[in-house]
């Protein structure tokens, strides 16, 4: 079974750094996908970033980046530049392909501070 | 892009009673859905994969005769709490995948229900 794992419950940044979240996960699968989501107070949840792990460049949607190290099952979410609203909780999640069913991570708090 | 929608948003019901929550893929059809659980400050617990045309599967220690799923259509599944009670008050949140054109689980908005 796969598993995720965010060993970081709550982070607290100034606002403009640069903060970095962890995760590693499990996998015995050589295809699958690796997501980070936010949810902010709203509870929606918000696909931040994702990447297939049969790619060897780190994926990267603006100021957000990942890094992706598929032989230590790590995958780390590097946020540039911090903004206000970028306080959220934000999930490290698993797809295996061909199976729609995505693990969750149990979360980081993030804090952005002014 | 792709939307879910969810319904209710809020609901405040009595122990005892059921409640029906709705999910609808707006603009794409989702022969899968999905259906989370997640209580204050934890993560999101897959509760059970929406099949349509057929039986949910449920995941492990989730009893099937407590929420039952019924996924009727292409474009919307159903979450009916039966008999609830104060422990299941929770956030509840649905998911489906638009297999047409690979994008990973939109999600609906959550549904908070409290059992009084």
Known sequence: AQTVTQSQPEMSVQEAETVTLSCTYDTSENNYYLFWYKQPPSRQMILVIRQEAYKQQNATENRFSVNFQKAAKSFSLKISDSQLGDTAMYFCAFMKQGDDKIIFGKGTRLHILP | ?116
């Open chain 2, 1 to 116: 892009g792709a939307v879910v929608s969810q319904h209710p948003s809020r609901v405040i019901c009595k122990s005892g009673t059921s409640v029906k929550i709705e999910c609808r893929s707006l603009d794409f059809q989702a022969t899968t859905m999905f259906w989370y659980r997640q209580f204050p400050k934890q993560s999101l617990m897959l509760m059970a994969t929406s099949n349509e045309g057929s039986k949910a599967t449920y995941e492990q220690g989730v009893e099937k005769d407590k929420f039952l799923i019924n996924h009727a259509s292409l474009t919307l599944s159903t979450l009916t709490v039966t008999s609830a009670h104060p422990e299941d008050s929770s956030f509840y949140i649905c998911s489906a995948t638009d297999r047409g054109a690979f994008s990973p689980l939109h999600f609906g908005n959550g549904t908070r229900l409290t059992v009084t």
